[in-house]
């Protein structure tokens, strides 16, 4: 069965400090890999997404996230978390309609 | 990038009534378009796939008589939430992709927030 897991649903972070979110798939097909962001009442805003090629994949906010193919991963990084990153991150798979993980909600500490 | 609008952003509504949700690429064409519910802190669950011309597809539990789909133009679907109760009450989200490359890559609304009293 197609499945995303975000094992992590609540992470708290210092401000500054790195971060990694983690995200592992089930999927028949080639996957297509994204994670969005979510603040508060608020829409799906796109950080990043992997269709092919280099598996190190650069976003806005200064995201990146790796797919590893032979651990079924797609996780997230950013190097330096600020305050405003605090917010709900999903991480989906899908060609066109979307599976989406339970999603992590990331709180930043001062 | 391609924009998705939805309107409204936000409805109050009595138990009972229907409430209509739309939603609108504004700067493509859209064949298909689909529609998400999202549970307070929780994830985004496929409701139905939204195609122009033709009957919506249904995701297994969705009630297709309670949760109509609309796709009336390649730019328009909308989602009506027929005798809504409270349970009804949630964040709507729709997507909608150009097509293009290949992949159809989706772009979401900003959602709707549905509260039924």
């Known amino acids: 069965a197609q499945s995303v897991t975000q094992p992590d649903i609540h992470i708290t972070v210092s401000e500054g400090a790195s971060l990694e979110l983690r995200c592992n798939y089930s999927?028949?097909?080639?996957?297509?890999l994204f994670w969005y962001v979510q603040s508060p009442g608020q829409g799906l805003q796109l950080l990043l997404k992997?269709?092919?090629?280099?598996?190190l994949v650069q976003g806005i906010k200064g995201f990146e996230a790796e797919f590893k193919r032979s651990q079924s991963s797609f996780n997230l990084r950013k190097p330096s978390v600020h305050w405003s990153d605090a917010a709900e991150y999903f991480c989906a798979v899908g060609e066109s309609a979307l599976i989406f993980g339970k999603g992590t909600t990331l709180s930043v500490s001062s | 990038g391609a924009v998705v609008s939805q309107h409204p952003s936000r409805v109050i509504c009595k138990s009972g009534t229907s409430v209509k949700i739309e939603c609108r690429s504004l700067d493509f064409q859209a064949t298909t378009m689909f529609w998400y519910r999202q549970f307070p802190k929780k994830s985004l669950m496929l409701m139905a796939t939204s195609n122009e011309g033709s009957k919506a597809t249904y995701e297994q539990g969705v009630e297709k008589d309670k949760f109509l789909i609309n796709h009336a133009s390649l730019t328009l679907s909308t989602l009506t939430v027929t005798s809504a109760h409270p349970e009804d009450s949630s964040f709507y989200i729709c997507?909608?992709?150009?097509?293009?490359?290949?992949?159809?890559?989706?772009?979401f609304g900003p959602g709707t927030r549905l509260t039924v009293l």
């Open positions: 999927y028949g097909a080639t996957p297509y």
């Open positions: 997507s909608a992709g150009p097509g293009t490359s290949g992949i159809d890559e989706q772009f």
């Open positions: 992997y269709f092919s090629g280099d598996t």
